[in-house]
Structure formats: structure tokens, C-alpha cells
């Protein structure tokens, strides 16, 4: 029998893909099948602006958050990884919720690849390309719904 799980999928969560200039956010849970981008909170010299995160945190009150983990194509750490990771932690030290980190690579892709579908459709615009990094939150929610042992809790 497999580990019991830190965070029940049933859950709703607060997605993160984390950048050097900027956190995409979005929410999502088992409920509604998958996840919607919410955000893009900025990361100043001074780290990630922690207002914004709060004030997305108090008004979804999610159970837990999941956090791209940015390995590379060949599964191996990078510097991104690091920041990634020590997000987590902050998260986790911050709001007393599982934090838990999946594989990312190619969200940016699939979420790339999601807006292109629904300009053709005529469903977004130009501009709204300033949230990709909030769909590729997304995708890694929708990652973790799909595989939810592949999951790493931040320790």
C-alpha cells in the first residue's frame, strides 16, 4: 500500500509557477476536473511581493499548494530549482499548509500552447499572453490531479 497522501486531491490548492520576475498563481481542485489561472504576483529585488500572495491565500483559503518543480529536460537540478524550492519552503513556513512540489517541465509549453488554441478561437487576445505564467500554474495543479504520488513534500 503507498504512503498516504499529505494533501487529498479532493482539496482545493493554490498552484505556483515560480520565475525570476514573476509567480504565476492558480487554483484548482478534484471538483471541478482541473485548474484555472488566478494571477501573476511580481518578484522584486527583495524577493516575491508576499501582499499579493497573502491576499490571494485569504480569499481562497485553499488546503495546500503544489509548486512547479523546474528540473531539467533530463531530469537533473538547475538554479531555478533552487529558487523554486526555497519558495516552497517560504510557503510553507508562511501559511502552515502542505506545500508540495511536482515535475513542471514543458508547462510553459502546454500553456503556450493552450493560449495560441483559444486566440484562434477568438477567446483571448495579444494581451492576455501577461498570464501564461498563470495557465502554466495551472497545468502543474492539473499535473499534480493527474498524478498525485509523483508529488514531493517540502520538508
Known amino acids: 500500500m503507498p504512503d498516504p497522501l499529505p494533501l487529498s486531491t479532493d482539496s482545493t490548492v493554490l498552484g505556483f509557477d515560480v520565475g525570476s520576475r514573476r509567480i504565476g498563481v492558480a487554483i484548482g481542485s478534484s471538483f471541478g476536473g482541473n485548474a484555472r ?50 519558495f516552497a519552503r517560504q510557503l510553507q513556513q508562511r501559511f502552515k499548509v502542505p506545500v ?5 517541465r514543458s508547462s510553459s509549453v502546454e ?31 492539473e499535473r499534480w490531479l493527474s498524478s498525485p504520488h509523483d508529488a514531493i513534500p517540502v520538508s
Open 100 to 104: 508540495l512540489m511536482i515535475d513542471e
Open 111 to 141: 500553456a503556450a500552447r493552450r493560449f495560441a488554441v483559444e486566440r484562434a478561437e477568438g477567446r483571448k487576445r495579444r494581451r492576455d499572453a501577461a498570464n501564461l505564467d498563470a495557465v502554466a500554474a495551472a497545468v502543474i495543479i
Open 37 to 86: 489561472a488566478l494571477a501573476v504576483v511580481d518578484v522584486h529585488a527583495a524577493g516575491p511581493d508576499w501582499n499579493a500572495l497573502e491576499r490571494l491565500f485569504k480569499d481562497w483559503r485553499p488546503q495546500g499548494m503544489i509548486v512547479g518543480d523546474p528540473l531539467t529536460l533530463d531530469g537533473e537540478d538547475q538554479p531555478a530549482r533552487k529558487r523554486a524550492l526555497a
